[in-house]
């Protein structure tokens, strides 16, 4: 997703969510405007506007957010979740580029000036602060969490990324009709860098940024929404690099298989014969686990085949076609037919490995019959008729159903008052 537009001389909307963050909010959107006012008047943009979303705040967020001169305030009357409150500060902004930031005292506005010259820098769609680094101020927990997921996210996409729940970064307007839609939570942000990292068209730049100790109670459950966080990241991978996610899981089986008929070899004892069926059903689950990462892949591929094609892929579509998953069937059909000839005998535990092996070879030929089956059909189906929406295909079918009364973009939600 390339633009050629220099990204100088453009508006900025800054959009902070705030649930009850009275103890901060006041000094925050003071700093928010001193740096809004310094981006103007240096010509790094021509305009930048503050938003405040309030979602449902029960303490004095509100009238402290309201007290500061040149804020736009948008107010819930109940708390309609972090990333709702995001989308509805996106709604009613009217900047080429949008922002978004804590109201808690640990994010620095200042810093919006580095977020915008590392996007001019890089020709990046977003641009992310980390706060993964040694001078931030994160609690250890939520730090060890959050390397988790980065790392995560690593494994998955190929690509790297530092920090994937920032509560801080810029992004370009056109982008969010790519990304949406987005869970309405603290997965929000997650959600995001795994959208923009996992696919190809787009580009993600990280910087380190000075994250501050939080003012206030944070809303964050470290359990709760550390499963939400899983759980996005995950499925995000699975529908966009279905292949990495059950590769890597075929493969880690596969090694462990491997690992059970290392020891069956090693052992001297009686009993290793009783390991033997164990590593079949290991390996077998290992192939089972690949072949459905293959029929996945090519099931992605239909819904978002204008992706670009990485090597690994190649290799994928070029060795995973029907013609040879068939031919692979059938020889390893006959292959396990010859192995289970009674008049075989194998010197490993009196024979008992034959059958097993045998056994093992058959459900490979079986699971090759039924990913040639599944890619045949799959190239078969008329999938191309929802290939204009894929995020919206997969809100539906995978991670989540967006609510029917979603403001769309340039639309602000009715239960919403607007205060200047």
Wanted: aromatic share 6%; net charge neutral; proline share 6%.
């Amino acid at each position: 997703m390339q633009d050629d537009t220099p990204q100088r001389g453009r508006s900025l909307s800054l959009i902070i969510p705030a649930l009850n963050e009275a103890q901060a909010v006041g000094e925050t959107l003071t700093r928010a405007m001193d740096a809004a006012r310094g981006l103007t008047a240096s010509g790094a943009l021509t305009r930048c506007e503050v938003i405040l979303v309030n979602d449902g705040s029960t303490d004095d967020t509100l009238e402290r957010a309201r007290a500061i001169p040149g804020v736009k305030v948008i107010s819930y009357k109940q708390n309609r979740g972090y990333g709702r409150a995001i989308e509805t500060g996106f709604a009613t902004a009217s900047g080429d580029w949008l922002a978004f930031m804590d109201a808690d005292g640990t994010c620095d506005p200042a810093f919006l000036r580095n977020l915008l010259d590392e996007a001019e820098r890089t020709g990046a769609d977003t641009v992310l602060g980390s706060r993964l680094h040694q001078q931030s101020k994160m609690p250890v927990v939520r730090r060890i969490g959050n390397t988790f997921y980065a790392w995560l996210l690593r494994v998955i996409s190929g690509k790297p990324i530092g920090d994937t729940a920032s509560g801080m970064r810029i992004l370009k307007r056109e982008l969010l009709a790519r990304i949406h839609p987005l869970p309405h939570g603290l997965a929000y942000t997650p959600a995001m860098s795994a959208r923009c990292i996992m696919d190809p068209t787009l580009r993600l730049a990280e910087i380190d940024m000075p994250y501050s100790e939080r003012q206030g109670e944070s809303k964050l459950s470290v359990v709760r929404d550390g499963l939400r966080f899983l759980h996005t990241i995950l499925v995000t991978g699975l529908f966009y690099s279905p292949i990495r996610v059950f590769g890597g899981l075929g493969l880690a089986g596969g090694a462990a298989g491997m690992l059970v008929v290392a020891l069956i070899q090693l052992l001297r004892s009686p009993g290793r014969d009783a390991l033997l069926p164990l590593s079949v059903v290991i390996l077998s689950s290992a192939a089972a686990v690949v072949a459905l990462g293959v029929i996945f892949h090519y099931f992605s591929k239909q819904i978002i085949p204008e992706f670009p094609t990485t090597r690994a892929e190649i290799w994928i579509h070029r060795v995973f076609t029907v013609p040879v998953l068939l031919s692979a069937s059938a020889v390893l059909w006959l292959v396990s037919f010859v192995l289970a000839f009674p008049a075989r005998t194998s010197p490993v535990g009196g024979g008992a490995l034959q059958p097993h092996a045998a056994m093992l070879v058959l459900h490979l030929a079986l699971l090759c019959l039924i990913m040639g089956a599944g890619v045949f059909i799959v190239g078969q189906m008329k999938i191309w008729q929802v290939r204009e929406d894929p995020a919206s295909l997969l809100a539906n079918t995978l991670i989540f159903e967006p609510d029917a009364a979603e403001p769309g973009p340039g639309q602000t939600p009715p239960e919403a008052s607007t205060a200047a």
